[in-house]
């Protein structure tokens, strides 16, 4: 019921209606050009009007609509999943393809899921945490969103992150491995 996305024009598949000059230009001309620095890209996010959620509270409306973009990472590495699996009993998949489908398109989605994740405004982790935590503990929320940038460029560039992002890389190592088994060599 919300109308506020489709008013800003943010309902379409365009990337420009997306795009971010300072996360989706700048930061990445950036980070391809300093080693060392990871390469992290945003678009401009969708604003809703939380008045227009129905049958929800505003926090817990706001805490769905950040599920949506990891839920559709999730869908997109399933869809794909069954796509090698089915192309793969019918022989018609090749090992090579089917690799770079992996590489390129399942463990992107995968690692993007866990990523958005993380329990740091201003990814939909944040959003998630917010929504779950009872009252008593909304001080935690609020504290993370004041200080979560910060807290998530340590993460970035201390290169913690791949500590947190580790059962990610494992669980898609995994998933990999058993889709290559539908696949004749």
């Known amino acids: 019921?919300?109308?506020?996305?489709?008013?800003?024009?943010?309902?379409?598949?365009?990337p420009l209606a997306h795009y971010?000059?300072?996360?989706?230009i700048i930061m990445p001309l950036?980070?391809?050009f300093t080693p060392g620095l990871p390469l992290i890209a945003w678009g401009k996010p969708v604003q809703t009007d939380v008045r227009a959620y129905k049958g929800v509270s505003p926090r817990t409306g706001h805490m769905l609509v950040a599920l949506v973009g990891p839920a559709m990472n999730l869908a997109l590495a399933v869809?794909?999943?069954?796509?090698?699996?089915?192309?793969g009993k019918a022989h018609v998949l090749t090992r090579t393809l089917a690799i770079v489908l992996i590489?390129?398109?399942?463990?992107?989605?995968?690692?993007?899921?866990?990523?958005?994740?993380?329990?740091?405004p201003p990814l939909d982790g944040g959003a998630v945490l917010e929504g779950i935590l009872p009252d008593s503990l909304q001080i935690v929320s609020?504290?993370?969103?004041r200080y979560g940038i910060v807290l998530f460029y340590v993460l970035?560039?201390?290169?913690?992150i791949n500590f947190v992002m580790r059962p990610a890389g494992e669980l898609t190592v995994a998933w990999a491995r058993?889709?290559?088994e539908w696949v004749p060599a």
């Open 1 to 14: 019921g919300d109308r506020l996305p489709r008013t800003q024009g943010r309902l379409t598949l365009s």
């Open 20 to 24: 971010d000059l300072l996360g989706t």
């Open 30 to 32: 950036i980070a391809s």
């Open 79 to 87: 869809v794909v999943s069954i796509v090698i699996v089915a192309l």
């Open 103 to 120: 590489q390129y398109i399942l463990a992107l989605n995968l690692r993007l899921f866990f990523f958005n994740l993380i329990p740091l």
């Open 142 to 145: 609020q504290t993370l969103r």
């Open 156 to 160: 970035l560039l201390s290169g913690a």
């Open 178 to 180: 058993a889709l290559l």
